[in-house]
Every structure is written in C-alpha cells, then in structure tokens.
C-alpha cells in the first residue's frame, strides 16, 4: 500500500466551473478527512467519514461543497459553482479503525491544489 | 480540546538538536498529546504522540513536564530535511477524530 492517493494533484479552473477531487485511502482504515488549507494557515477540517457514513461536517462546508464515500473506500469532494475563495490545497487523509490514541494517527495524502481564476 | 501555543518559527543549525515547545496549560487528564509536521507542498505527517510518559520513536522524542501543561519535541540531530511547519495539538480520545491544527512553528534548519 503506497499511502493516501489524492487526485488531480493541479486544478485550475474558471469561477463558477464545477470541480471533483478524489482521494484513495489506505485500504483496511475505515475512517476518512478532508481538510482545506489555504497559504500560510494550518489545515482546516472539512468533514469526516467512518465506513461510508459522513459523521462530522464543518460550517465551512458550504452547500456549494459536497462530499461522498460511497462503499466506504474512496471519497470524492465536488465544489460546485467555484469562487475564488476557494482558491486552496484540499487534503484527504486516513486513519485505522482503532479504540486507542492510534485512532488519531492521521495519514495525509499529498493533497489537491485549487485555484480558481 | 484544549488550545496550544507554539512559537511562530525557530531557527536551528544543521546535526544539532531542535527543541520545539508546545503549552497547553488547559490540557485535561484525558487528552494526549500529538505532533505533525508539514514539509512545503505536502500534506501534514504524524510525528508522534503521548499522554504523560515521555516518548521516544525513530523520528523524535517527546517530553511532557510532570503536570503536563507543556511539552517539548526534540528532533535530536536536525537535518536540512527537517525544515517544516511542526503543529502540536491535543486531542481526547474518541472525540469525534476532528484535529484542530493551529499555526505551528515553522523551524528552518539551516547549515
């Protein structure tokens, strides 16, 4: 298993276009995180999944952003009607289905860089 | 989750030893302590974590003070590689999996 995959690595898109970003976990970790992290700023939480339910979601998910985990594997995350503010690195990340401090042993993709003109 | 103050940056020079300070003078008796760092253009990466005892794995160690309202990594032989934004966060077990990451410190090693 070679970690958290995310894709595209590079968007670039006009305002108001729809973009989707994808993330693979680490295959036998149940649970799943999307950050945002705009420049300078430590990661924001977006919204959490375990298995295929999203349990947690931030006030900075807008309605213009929706996330899914179908079958509890991948995720993808789509940010309708883009707007320049959301200009950011979108990070996915893992971690194993544990009732210990592991549990908050994050695994980070490399991230989705957005930048919307 | 209690809050963390870390010092915005720090400088170290190249094989000597990185102190990075962390206080959570609000941290309670269930919550541990995690460090993450970020490299420039990647995503954060789990360093190490603890609750009381001190910690020591291949990347760093941790030392929490005795009434574990602070806490400080040690990178022991710093390497240009550790050049990186270094977040320290405090988290309850089981508490929904949400990590809050502060600004962190940004150490620059330099040779």
């Known amino acids: 298993d070679t970690g958290v995959s995310q894709n595209p690595r590079h968007k670039i898109t006009k305002r108001g276009q729809n973009v989707t970003f994808r993330c693979d976990p680490i295959s036998e970790h149940n649970r799943l995180y999307w950050y945002r992290q705009t420049l300078g700023q430590g990661p924001e939480f977006l919204t959490y999944?375990?298995?295929?339910?999203?349990?947690?979601k931030s006030r900075l998910l807008s309605d213009r952003f929706s996330a899914e985990r179908p079958k509890g594997s991948f995720s993808t995350l789509e940010i309708q009607r883009t707007e320049q503010g959301d200009s950011a690195m979108y990070l996915c990340a893992s971690s194993p289905r544990d009732r210990s401090a592991g549990a908050n042993v994050l695994t980070f993709g490399a991230g989705s860089r957005l930048t919307v003109l | 989750d209690a809050k963390t103050t870390q010092p915005p940056s720090m400088d170290c020079a190249e094989g000597r030893a990185a102190n990075l300070p962390c206080n959570h003078s609000?941290?309670?008796?269930?919550?541990?302590v995690y460090w993450y760092r970020q490299i420039h253009s990647q995503g954060p990466q789990y360093i190490i974590h603890?609750?009381?005892n001190n910690e020591t794995n291949e990347m760093a160690s941790l030392i929490i003070t005795e009434d574990r309202k602070s806490s400080t990594l040690i990178l022991p032989h710093a390497t240009l590689r550790d050049t990186a934004v270094y977040y320290c966060?405090?988290?309850?077990?089981?508490?929904?999996?949400?990590?809050?990451f502060g600004g962190g410190t940004r150490l620059m090693v330099k040779p």
């Open positions: 609000t941290i309670s008796g269930n919550e541990y």
């Open positions: 966060i405090v988290r309850r077990l089981l508490a929904g999996n949400m990590l809050t």
């Open positions: 999944f375990q298995n295929e339910a999203q349990l947690e």
């Open positions: 603890g609750l009381k």
